[in-house]
């Protein structure tokens, strides 16, 4: 049967792929946060995943503001990116595996998760940046994904713990499927920045730290906050660290953290990177 091998958290924002455009992996203010990858970068060569499910949110580039789904996953055989007019390069579309889509859409369903199922998805920066900081030297990521998409920018968002419990629905949905595949779950967002408002440029290390902290030693801890006390904790853009929960939520059995990094900042945001490993 298909077996989830492994996570990965990582914070996005579009500086990055303007760092990787201009070549600045080695630039001073760039270089603590381009190294923290290459224990990552080693550990997916040597495991190898066949497909990964990639939990992030949408900044309009497929949804906007008229129509913003609670939670919708792709069902393509590819997924395209975008000019979102960052002055990020546009990349060649993903590989999908619309089979093993259509497993999780169906059992998350089952489970009484109410999907907006996408048979044809743009994936902006959260998706894109993920890709290219973990497999630098391929044009394309040698994986198929899944995108999994979670709305963090218009009210009303899921709760910590629901998001938590969709990890769990997605462990279950990989364990049905009876191929024998190699699954890699990587949550894209957060961790503390905001980006407007009276708190621009807000950063919260001590509570970014803790909740790393906790993600190996008690995952559900965040589960406690409202989606307003994780904003006042970390700022309004860092309520993205729902993607980070759900990611953990979704690794089975027992789970030892391989690696970690944290700098700040990158732009104006707190930069984080962890590596879970399923035994």
């Given at each position: 049967?298909?077996?989830?091998?492994?996570?990965?958290t990582?914070?996005?924002?579009p500086a990055?792929?303007?760092?990787?455009?201009?070549?600045?992996?080695?630039d001073?203010?760039?270089?603590?946060?381009?190294?923290?990858?290459?224990?990552?970068?080693?550990?997916?060569d040597?495991?190898?995943?066949d497909?990964?499910i990639?939990?992030?949110?949408?900044?309009?580039?497929?949804?906007?503001?008229?129509?913003?789904?609670?939670?919708?996953?792709?069902?393509?055989?590819?997924?395209?990116?975008?000019?979102?007019?960052?002055g990020?390069?546009?990349?060649?579309?993903?590989?999908?595996?619309?089979?093993?889509s259509?497993?999780?859409?169906?059992?998350?369903?089952?489970?009484?998760?109410?999907?907006?199922?996408?048979?044809?998805?743009?994936?902006?920066?959260?998706f894109?940046?993920?890709m290219?900081?973990?497999?630098?030297?391929?044009?394309?990521?040698?994986?198929?994904?899944i995108?999994?998409?979670?709305?963090?920018?218009?009210y009303?968002?899921?709760?910590?713990?629901?998001?938590?419990?969709?990890?769990?629905?997605?462990?279950?949905?990989?364990a049905?499927?009876?191929?024998e595949?190699?699954?890699?779950?990587?949550?894209?967002?957060?961790?503390s920045?905001q980006?407007?408002g009276?708190?621009a440029g807000?950063?919260n290390?001590?509570?970014d730290?803790?909740?790393?902290d906790s993600?190996?030693?008690?995952?559900?801890?965040?589960?406690?906050?409202?989606?307003e006390?994780?904003?006042e904790?970390?700022?309004?853009?860092?309520?993205?660290?729902?993607?980070?929960?759900?990611?953990?939520?979704?690794?089975?059995?027992?789970?030892v953290?391989?690696?970690?990094?944290?700098?700040?900042?990158?732009s104006?945001?707190?930069a984080?990177l962890?590596l879970?490993?399923?035994?």
């Amino acid at each position: 049967m298909a077996k989830i091998v492994g996570g990965i958290t990582t914070s996005h924002v579009p500086a990055i792929g303007r760092a990787i455009a201009q070549n600045l992996q080695q630039d001073p203010y760039w270089k603590p946060f381009f190294d923290g990858f290459a224990p990552v970068q080693k550990w997916l060569d040597e495991v190898k995943p066949d497909v990964a499910i990639v939990i992030y949110n949408d900044h309009g580039l497929n949804f906007f503001l008229d129509k913003m789904p609670t939670f919708a996953v792709g069902a393509a055989a590819q997924y395209c990116n975008a000019d979102e007019g960052w002055g990020i390069p546009t990349l060649p579309p993903f590989a999908g595996d619309a089979e093993l889509s259509w497993r999780l859409i169906n059992s998350l369903v089952a489970d009484e998760f109410d999907i907006t199922t996408c048979q044809e998805m743009l994936v902006d920066h959260a998706f894109s940046l993920p890709m290219k900081l973990l497999w630098p030297e391929h044009e394309t990521p040698p994986v198929r994904t899944i995108p999994v998409c979670i709305n963090t920018v218009q009210y009303p968002l899921p709760s910590a713990a629901r998001c938590y419990k969709l990890g769990e629905a997605i462990a279950r949905a990989v364990a049905s499927w009876p191929e024998e595949l190699k699954v890699v779950v990587i949550g894209s967002g957060g961790l503390s920045h905001q980006l407007d408002g009276e708190r621009a440029g807000f950063i919260n290390k001590a509570f970014d730290l803790q909740f790393m902290d906790s993600l190996s030693t008690a995952p559900k801890w965040a589960t406690q906050y409202s989606n307003e006390e994780l904003v006042e904790q970390t700022g309004t853009q860092g309520v993205e660290l729902l993607m980070w929960l759900t990611t953990r939520g979704a690794l089975p059995g027992e789970v030892v953290e391989r690696h970690r990094n944290y700098h700040i900042p990158i732009s104006n945001t707190a930069a984080g990177l962890m590596l879970f490993e399923c035994r």
